[in-house]
């Protein structure tokens, strides 16, 4: 959420971000836009796919990353410092936004954030961004150690990955692996309505 009253437009949240932290992606990106996109198209979906690779459209998350996090929250040995859950926008938004609202630089590899081979394929498909596609279940924190959050998720059944760090600065930018990728846009529009679905999407 943004606000006004705050430089750059954004609403100060519980928790810091110190630069050198990790920044870790809980759940897969662009999954619930993936799931709008191939029940709409179900049928030319199933032309080039076999139904077994699209069981994950139907199946509903066997986790739930909001909860799992609020719950660690309360614990006087909470793995992350911050964290902000990915949505509308997709992942990249929510960098921008984690950024914003803690005041800091980050940069993130596109290469390490988690997604489901399903929305890669789809995505190439109808030429849709998988890392602007909206994004549910599915959060950016901040951590000191970052492995340790990752493990501590895995042991939950959560998917998880370190994806970049926080640094000095306002500077957002992006890698893809070893090769620098340039720096963050402002969060441009979903790609669910660029590909024809209004929204907002439940």
Avoid at 92 to 104: I, P
């Amino acid at each position: 959420m943004r606000n006004a009253g705050r430089p750059g437009g954004f609403e100060k949240r519980e928790g810091m971000i110190r630069p050198g932290q990790d920044i870790v992606l809980a759940g897969y990106a662009g999954l619930a836009g993936t799931r709008i996109l191939g029940r709409a198209h179900r049928q030319e979906a199933e032309r080039w796919f076999h139904p077994g690779f699209l069981r994950c459209l139907d199946e509903p998350d066997p986790y739930d990353v909001a909860a799992w996090f609020e719950g660690q929250e309360k614990n006087e040995s909470c793995p992350f410092t911050a964290y902000r859950p990915a949505g509308e926008g997709g992942v990249l938004a929510a960098v921008w936004d984690l950024s914003g609202s803690y005041e800091t630089g980050v940069q993130v590899d596109l290469t390490q954030i988690l997604m489901r081979q399903v929305t890669v394929e789809l995505c190439e498909r109808y030429e849709l961004n998988p890392y602007r596609l909206l994004c549910a279940n599915c959060i950016l924190a901040a951590a000191d150690q970052g492995g340790r959050l990752v493990r501590l998720l895995a042991e939950a059944g959560i998917p998880a990955a370190v994806i970049g760090w926080a640094q000095e600065g306002d500077a957002r930018r992006v890698l893809h692996g070893e090769e620098e990728a340039g720096y963050l846009e402002r969060p441009q529009p979903d790609e669910l309505l660029r590909a024809g679905f209004p929204g907002p999407w439940g």
